[in-house]
């Protein structure tokens, strides 16, 4: 078989998203992680991530050692096909053809690609149905002509221009157009690669709950206390909270009693009427619980990476 690279493009804003989308989790990694895994997994190599947006983050969330980076320094102002030009010119001497895919199509399946790579023609592209998807193959020879291309249609307009035919792979894979530029398209695609037993995205959590003699301060009782804090009445906290108000009463006693000495002050009359607050020592309580909180994330996130980052396969 001959030796196929690719060229992954990465370097789109993510403005609809508004969130980083290689780094979204998918699989049992991320986006990235779980895009190229799939790709190293059918000795495609090498891979080019042509990057533009957050290019620090998405090398640093990467982890796979032998990835090429090249990056689309008007990635604000010029269009996918640009990058595809800037990454297929870093790979073309490096391989006899070319596989070409965006970033946000982590849903096409082992053996679409298996069925793709297969074919042995100068242009190959993906379709589900007829309508054209990814991934596209190329050979050198057509990927020589492509930064010259002045026509119109990006990459699809410059492959229908060739004197090549393009050769349709139709696959049972609708995931080859599944992309995710909004959090809606994220959702949806998670929810129907789930269905189809493809697995849901994995990640890490961690909780964080005191013990004295035992434990008496975790999640509810963060949330019980920071409410009250802000609508100063534990009536009014405990319905935000979601719980009774006797139940809320008793983890007030409870966190009291362990510790020994009052996080919660009450009291009544006045031209307002009754209220409650925290004590010094109550607010100093949620203050430390959100700062370890926080600290114990940090490391937690570290610590996945480092076990989790590869995926499991």
């Not at 980076?69 to 790979?91: P, R």
């Not at 492509?146 to 090549?164: D, F, K, V």
Request: aromatic share 8%.
């Amino acid at each position: 078989m001959k030796k196929t690279g690719a060229v992954i493009v990465a370097a789109g804003l993510s403005s609809r998203m508004k969130t980083f989308k290689p780094s979204l989790p998918f699989g049992d990694s991320t986006v990235a992680n779980h895009t190229i895994s799939k790709l190293k997994k059918l000795n495609i190599d090498p891979i080019t991530v042509v990057c533009g947006h957050k290019s620090d983050e998405l090398k640093k969330n990467i982890f796979f050692d032998d990835i090429r980076y090249v990056h689309n320094e008007k990635y604000s102002e010029t269009q996918m096909f640009d990058s595809v030009i800037l990454g297929v010119e870093d790979i073309m001497n490096l391989c006899d053809r070319i596989m070409i895919m965006p970033m946000d199509l982590p849903a096409i399946l082992e053996e679409t690609l298996i069925k793709v790579l297969s074919i042995d023609a100068d242009l190959v592209r993906t379709t589900f149905k007829g309508k054209p998807g990814h991934p596209i193959i190329i050979t050198n020879k057509f990927a020589e002509t492509l930064s010259s291309y002045e026509g119109e249609g990006g990459l699809r307009g410059a492959m229908e221009s060739y004197s090549a035919p393009i050769t349709n792979v139709d696959v049972d894979d609708e995931a080859v157009y599944f992309d995710i530029d909004t959090p809606e398209e994220y959702s949806e695609l998670i929810e129907w690669n789930y269905q189809r037993g493809k697995g849901y995205p994995i990640s890490s959590m961690v909780e964080v709950k005191l013990k004295a003699r035992e434990v008496f301060f975790d999640d509810t009782s963060y949330k019980l206390l920071c409410t009250i804090s802000s609508k100063k009445s534990i009536q009014q906290a405990c319905a935000s909270v979601g719980i009774s108000y006797s139940k809320g009463s008793k983890l007030i006693k409870e966190i009291e009693r362990e510790l020994g000495f009052s996080v919660v002050e009450k009291w009544t009359g006045g031209a307002g009427g009754g209220g409650s607050n925290l004590t010094k020592e109550g607010e100093r309580l949620i203050e430390n619980y959100a700062n370890l909180l926080k600290e114990m994330n940090k490391e937690l996130e570290k610590r996945y990476k480092k076990y989790f980052g590869k995926g499991l396969r």
